[in-house]
């Protein structure tokens, strides 16, 4: 599976969007781009994922450049409960075989009140 | 629709004791991951099952750690003579068919502290 960078920390002023860069210029044409976050000693939480089209779910928006070396996602209305660790995972979802998450260092948000 | 549940959420042991948590995933779900957490440390993969299977062990430990998902009942990872290095949040994940939805949903983790 291909590497992603991510910054290590940002700051975001509640009720302004946040936005959350990740870098995958390794990824192959099979990969998704997966985004979880993990909210203070709890299980990590499913976001949203996507190949080559942005997407939008009820929690977030996900943007992918036409390269598909980088991606972007976006809470369009951040709350001080967005305060997490969010992590962009870079994944093939090829039969078979493991199909196991790897989780790097993440972002860690701090939305501000 | 109950989620993964894990227990005991948490778990104190003395070194050289065994530890057994268990997981059981979501109903439908037949694929289960196992995932430690070091204190301030990210998310380290351990193993993936299936149902009376172990598909990928690559993150588990040589020795002590052992891991199962029989026919009935939940997933179990047991950790036998616990060291002081062994205290971490354990996370379980489950998923039904992994190449449809992609998705693991994860429980809110057992602590273990070993003394």
């Known amino acids: 599976d291909a590497k992603t960078t991510q910054p290590p920390s940002m700051d975001c002023a509640e009720g302004r969007a946040a936005n959350l860069p990740c870098n995958h210029s390794?990824?192959?044409?099979?990969?998704?781009v997966y985004w979880y976050r993990q909210i203070h000693s709890q299980g990590p939480q499913y976001i949203i994922h996507g190949l080559k089209n942005n997407e939008t779910n009820e929690m977030a928006s996900l943007i992918i450049t036409e390269d598909r070396k980088s991606s972007t996602l976006i809470l369009p209305h951040a709350t001080l409960r967005d305060t997490a660790v969010y992590y962009c995972?870079?994944?093939?979802?090829?039969?078979?075989?493991?199909?196991?998450?790897?989780f790097g260092k993440g972002t860690k948000l701090t939305v501000n009140p | 629709n109950a989620g993964v549940m894990q227990n005991p959420r948490h778990l104190v042991r003395r070194r050289g004791q065994e530890a057994r948590l268990r997981c059981s995933p979501m109903k439908g779900h037949s694929h289960v991951y196992w995932y430690r957490q070091l204190p301030e440390e990210g998310l380290k993969f351990m193993v993936y099952?299936?149902?009376?299977?172990?598909?990928?062990e690559s993150g588990m430990p040589k020795e002590r750690f052992s891991a199962e998902f029989p026919k009935e009942g939940p997933s179990i990872l047991r950790i036998q003579q616990v060291v002081r290095g062994d205290s971490a949040a354990y996370f379980c994940?489950?998923?039904?068919?992994?190449?449809?939805?992609?998705?693991?949903?994860f429980g809110e983790g057992s602590r273990l502290t070993v003394l």
């Open positions: 099952l299936q149902k009376e299977n172990i598909i990928d």
């Open positions: 995972i870079v994944r093939s979802r090829r039969q078979g075989g493991s199909e196991k998450l790897v």
């Open positions: 994940a489950s998923s039904a068919r992994v190449v449809l939805t992609g998705e693991l949903f």
């Open positions: 390794t990824i192959s044409g099979n990969e998704y």
